[in-house]
């Protein structure tokens, strides 16, 4: 079965149209959703409401568009919906980057490789509030516009242009103290 | 320097580091989509949970049941999972009672009672109701004030089993609902609100025959073990032949004392015109349970029912609601609730027809500027073939 034919039998109603788009996209959209929730139990349960979301509106669907585009907005409108249901009990700008910095256990002497590199960058992104960690996934993990990601995440442009913003200066602010040590 | 990434490369690192991330968290492949089947696919003869709204909230027609699946945990307070009650429990507003009856082996517990300008809810709880082998047993509560006034329900919402969705289980025999009911029809509400209200509950129970017999929602397969099945392709479960008839002596009658929640906003009257027809918001009430808008008109045909769409706007900003049930977002500064969570029949005053609509927007609504809008007017004539008449607005009302 190939796309086409997944989409146009999902369309109808059919159980196993559904069952190869959950197989096709289920481990992208999980990562999608790994990236803004850090419990990945919240992941699954993001990505399970997407599908059911999708399930819901399939009669919605136009029968010649690509299926991922508009996954994906499901995807992130599921788990930034979680996240900010979390942002309850978790300050919603977390995040030590300026206080911690790079993490002090490690050797100066190991040189800034690309190793190194990569390393600080994820403790950089998981230090990230989940706005912005979501905004960066989005724009440069996906490649959405910004545009784009504002109506994934229901917000305005000029929000997500901001909150790019800021993740950008922590992420760089971040690797400039490791540069600086 | 500009943030991180400036660069290609930097765009490629910032990439991977987002990879190795999302691989870090989530390690192994999964597959959804067994428990994507069974939750899309697959009811539970043993579990659910329902949610009844309108006219006839406790009959069978026009029953709403959203079929949940066994295997949860207790959750530790079942009125912060319900729908209707979360916000309220989580702010200390609701009554704690424990009024309890047992009668033929049936027990009865009143445990939550609340009241405000837009809508009275009681938490109950039921244990020791017998198997019923196809069919669900619905408490059926009824409200009247101490004059003996009928107080009309308007929801309900409750669980039997289990439900991933709520988090909640109950063991075999038990169940547990919330009704809410509306106060609008008792003399000179909401303007003029007693401190407390005296209320008498009266609960009974009915069969009703698992699956609920929805119109327009075809059932699908019901044995999981038969894999899944096309949409239509199977026989409908068959319901049980004769429904059982609820014990003689399970009628329980509660008096109580509710305080009325004096927190509510009061905004109205005021008319807009959309196309030549002039629209009136007789009344918007923000309470803690959510907002209510009573919209009247005289309609363009008397002859017609008459009906409209509605929709409420809160400025959002970049925030996303956890009250929009359907997670439809639109426009970019605002988030839309696109519909409203109940209705109410047309009433007629005079010429006009006055029409009620349920948002459950106060929580998130507090301090926010909100547009109430009538999108357009649709009457339709019951039982004739001719098409609905649309009368398009908007009619727009800022709340300030």
């Not at chain 2, 400025?315 to 839309?336: C, F, M």
Request: net charge negative; aromatic share 10%.
């Amino acid at each position: 079965m190939d796309e086409r034919e997944a989409i146009e039998r999902w369309r109808q109603g059919d159980p196993e149209g559904m069952a190869a788009l959950v197989r096709w996209y289920q481990g992208r959209a999980l990562r999608i959703a790994a990236l803004i929730l850090p419990d990945p139990m919240q992941a699954e349960d993001a990505v399970q409401a997407a599908f059911i979301r999708a399930w819901m509106k399939r009669k919605s669907f136009r029968p010649d568009a690509p299926f991922w585009p508009w996954f994906r907005r499901l995807v992130a409108n599921e788990a930034w919906r979680l996240a900010r249901r979390e942002g309850r009990e978790v300050p919603a700008e977390s995040g030590p980057v300026e206080e911690g910095g790079p993490d002090p256990a490690s050797d100066p002497a190991d040189g800034w490789d690309r190793r190194e590199t990569l390393e600080q960058l994820v403790r950089a992104l998981e230090a990230l509030s989940p706005m912005q960690r979501a905004v960066l996934t989005l724009r440069y993990y996906e490649a959405m516009s910004e545009a784009e990601i504002a109506e994934a995440l229901g917000c305005a442009v000029g929000t997500v242009k901001w909150h790019l913003h800021q993740a950008r200066e922590r992420l760089r602010a971040w690797l400039k103290t490791g540069e600086e040590r | 320097m500009s943030g991180f990434p400036g660069t290609p490369e930097e765009e490629r690192q910032l990439r991977e580091a987002l990879d190795r991330l999302a691989r870090m968290r989530i390690p192994e492949e999964r597959d959804l989509w067994p428990a994507l089947q069974a939750r899309l696919f697959t009811p539970s003869p043993h579990g659910g949970r329902w949610v009844i709204g309108g006219k006839w909230a406790w009959m069978a027609a026009g029953l709403l049941l959203a079929l949940v699946f066994l295997g949860m945990a207790f959750a530790p307070n079942l009125w912060e999972a319900f729908f209707l009650t979360q916000p309220l429990e989580r702010d200390r507003k609701l009554q704690p009672l424990s009024l309890t009856q047992t009668r033929e082996g049936v027990t009865v517990i009143v445990e939550r009672a609340y009241a405000d300008a837009n809508r009275i809810l009681i938490g109950y709880r039921v244990r020791g109701l017998p198997e019923s082998p196809g069919a669900h047993w619905i408490p059926v509560l009824t409200l009247e004030d101490a004059s003996g006034r009928p107080i009309p329900s308007l929801i309900g919402e409750g669980l039997v089993g289990a439900s991933e969705i709520l988090g909640l289980s109950l063991p075999p025999g038990e169940l547990a609902g919330v009704v809410g009911f509306d106060p609008w029809g008792l003399p000179d509400w909401p303007a003029r609100r007693p401190e407390f209200l005296s209320l008498r509950l009266h609960v009974a129970f009915q069969a009703v025959p698992y699956p609920a017999p929805t119109p327009g929602i075809r059932w699908m397969q019901i044995h999981p073990e038969s894999g899944p099945v096309r949409e239509g392709s199977v026989p409908v479960t068959p319901h049980p032949v004769e429904s059982p008839t609820p014990a003689a002596g399970w009628r329980f009658t509660f008096d109580f004392t509710v305080p009325v929640e004096p927190e509510a906003e009061r905004y109205g009257p005021r008319s807009e015109v959309a196309h030549g027809l002039e629209l009136t918001l007789e009344q918007w009430v923000w309470a803690p349970s959510g907002a209510r808008a009573r919209v009247c008109f005289i309609p363009p045909d008397p002859q017609l029912s008459w009906t409209m769409h509605a929709e409420l706007m809160l400025e959002a900003k970049d925030e996303v609601s956890p009250l929009a049930p359907s997670g439809e977002i639109t426009g970019e500064e605002a988030l839309t609730i696109t519909a409203p969570i109940l209705e109410s029949p047309p009433q007629q005053h005079g010429e006009q027809i006055c029409l009620d609509r349920f948002f459950a927007a106060s929580q998130l609504a507090r301090g926010r500027p909100a547009v109430f809008q009538v999108l357009e007017l649709v009457g339709w004539s019951p039982g004739a073939a001719q098409p609905a008449r649309r009368w398009r607005g908007p009619w727009v009302f800022r709340i300030p």
